[in-house]
């Protein structure tokens, strides 16, 4: 008990010396009203896909099952988004549309951002040959529209959720690898990572410790504005049928099986769209509140 | 004297596109054990480049030494191994570098700066230990213990080369390369830290390499001084022998003309005529014969040996042939050493 109390006090300082910096960070963030409204936006989200989606909507009898006799009804107070071709709540598959979106898009931004990261950070500090190497190869890369890209993995791995993220994310790894490269060249000839080498610090260790903790940044920035196009791009993937199997509910598919129904039930677009632009928007107010809060220019 | 450091006949040169730049030609320099050494000269002289030459850092690709030896505590730095260097770097040999605005890490704590160095030259080191010698360090360098959770940016100029200060003597390396460590600062803490290394100097026994444009600062701590002019050391000696005596190098003589005397009445100061020669286009035989007041018909067409006037003092010029009484020719130097 006594030990306990003392540690405490040790780490007292510790802590609030820490939050100092990431404090700085918040309130120059909660400065931005765009930004905050962004983030609001993005939580109310995340709660209702995540929380309110398993509460109130029940998946299999709303999102899945077909009810042919209440096909492509406008909106009505227990179908408050009203029903699709099949008799499927809109509102039940705009739910768990959004899940799916959310879970694809963190989990490829997760995937090509480390994939990304290590290719650039490895082109970028050490130079020469190896950058020339790694970085031609991601030209390649670049040089195909990432669409495209995207569209030849899955067709060359077959539909489903995993090959849908792997091609998602390595047809955007080029761009998180040049991101990080040229984060990792401005860092690298500042004098602290010069120090470093000069008392001995590995290179592995120089990377991760000294230069990507002062690229960050522009990293982190790239990763919640890559969400907003990921995004678009699942629902592009599903929209061309490359995407999720149809059954499984996810906004481009919906919006791609609407399409023959909307000059008689706009509603079926409508809602679906909403909801790509409410996230599309959330995520690039977050990117762009981030990229001002995290300007090492204005840090001080 | 037991020697630290041998540098022999060291040629450095950096290639760009352009041109090839020969920064340092033939540089020797003898470092005692415990001893500090005022590097001296304009900007482009090579005293940088020297010092990186030492720690082996010099830039990848362009930077490279094109022959010569360099000997520090027995470990023969050109031929060691990368990793070997790593391992020498901040355990044997420090450097501080000229801005501590830049040198330290703005997203780390101080203290884990300082520690880093700690865990990576000594990992037998427990965290409670290595936190423990922190501390000693921090209250070494005169740095308040409880400061050390702090990030860089929290502290002023002179506390922050205090830190890099705490970070290249973390080890208690053998040697200290510093590379003009005060020109960043304003005069009071330039005062500070020049105490605070001289303190230092005594308490550790180390051996520095004072890299430095500001004869003031060499006079308040170095034993020795070498002047640097053009990539090769023109005259050294001791403090005594460089800043009093009648015998100099007419570049020496130069730098002197070029300070104010409080003591004198003088309307004018004499700088040296001319600029450094080009580093890409080096003159013939004696590198300073364009711009010597005393240029005889030899320097342009011979490069002169360095001739020692006493047991302490050399000097790389022509003028001190008739008066020589031992000549220390740097390829004659090369063959015993080889023998």
Known sequence: ???????????????????????????????????????????????????????????EADAIRHNMEYRNKPPTSAHIFGTDQYGRDVFARVLYGGRVSLFVGIV?????????????????????????????????????????????????????????????SVSSVPRFARIVRSCILTVKGQDFVEAARAYGCRDRKIITYHILPNA????????????????????????????????IPEWGSMLASAKEYMRYSPHLIIFPGIAIVLAVMAFNLIGDGLRDALDPKLRN | MEHL???????????????????????????YKGETLGLVGETGAGKTTTALSIMRLLPDRIGKIEKGSIVLDGHDIIAASDNDMRVLRGNLVSMIFQDPMTSLNPTIRVGDQVQEVLEIHQPELSKEGAGQKVDEIFRLVGLPVERKVEY??????????????????????????ADE??????????????????????????????????????????????????????????????????????????????????????????????????????????????????????????????????ETHSIRCHLFASEVTEEVDAHASEETVKE
């Open chain 1, 1 to 59: 008990m006594n030990n306990q109390s003392i540690t405490i006090e040790a780490t007292g300082p510790v802590m609030t010396k820490r939050q100092s910096l990431f404090m700085l960070i918040v309130k120059r963030y909660m400065k931005n009203k765009l930004a905050v409204f962004g983030l609001i936006l993005f939580m109310i989200l995340v709660v209702i896909f995540v929380l309110g989606a398993g509460l109130f909507v029940d998946y």
């Open chain 2, 152 to 177: 860089p940016h929290q502290f002023s100029g002179g506390m922050r080369q205090r830190i890099v200060i705490a970070i290249a003597l973390a080890c208690e390396p053998q040697l200290l390369l």
């Open chain 2, 5 to 31: 450091l041998d540098i022999k006949d060291l040629y450095v040169t950096y290639t760009t596109d352009e041109a090839i730049f020969h920064a340092v030609n033939g540089l020797d320099l003898t470092l």
């Open chain 2, 181 to 310: 460590p005060t020109t960043a600062l304003d005069v009071t803490i330039q005062a500070q830290v020049l105490e605070l290394m001289q303190e230092l100097k005594e308490k550790l026994n180390m051996a520095t390499i004072l890299i430095t444009h500001d004869l003031g600062v060499v006079v308040e701590i170095c034993d020795r001084v070498a002047i640097m002019y053009s990539g090769e050391i023109i005259e050294v000696g001791t403090l005594r022998d460089i800043f009093t005596g009648d015998a100099h190098h007419p570049y020496t003589d130069g730098l002197f003309g070029s300070i104010p005397d409080l003591t004198k009445k003088e309307s004018r100061l004499h700088p040296i005529d001319g600029m450094m020669p080009d580093p890409a286009a080096l003159p013939s035989g004696c590198k300073f014969h364009e711009r010597c007041p005393k240029c005889i018909e030899i320097c342009p067409v011979q490069h002169p040996p360095a001739f020692k006037i006493s």
């Open chain 1, 216 to 247: 960050i940044g522009p990293i982190i920035v790239q990763a919640t504005l890559s969400m907003s196009t990921t995004i678009l791009m699942i629902s592009s993937l599903s929209f061309v049928g490359l995407g999720l199997p149809s059954s």
């Open chain 1, 108 to 168: 490829t931004i997760l995937l090509s951002l480390a994939g990304g990261s290590l290719i650039g950070a490895t082109a970028g500090y050490f130079g020469g040959k190896t950058d020339n190497i790694l970085m031609r190869i991601m030209d390649v890369f670049l040089a195909i529209p990432s669409i495209l890209l995207a569209i030849s993995i899955v067709a060359a791995l077959g539909n489903g959720m995993l090959n849908l993220m792997i091609a998602l």
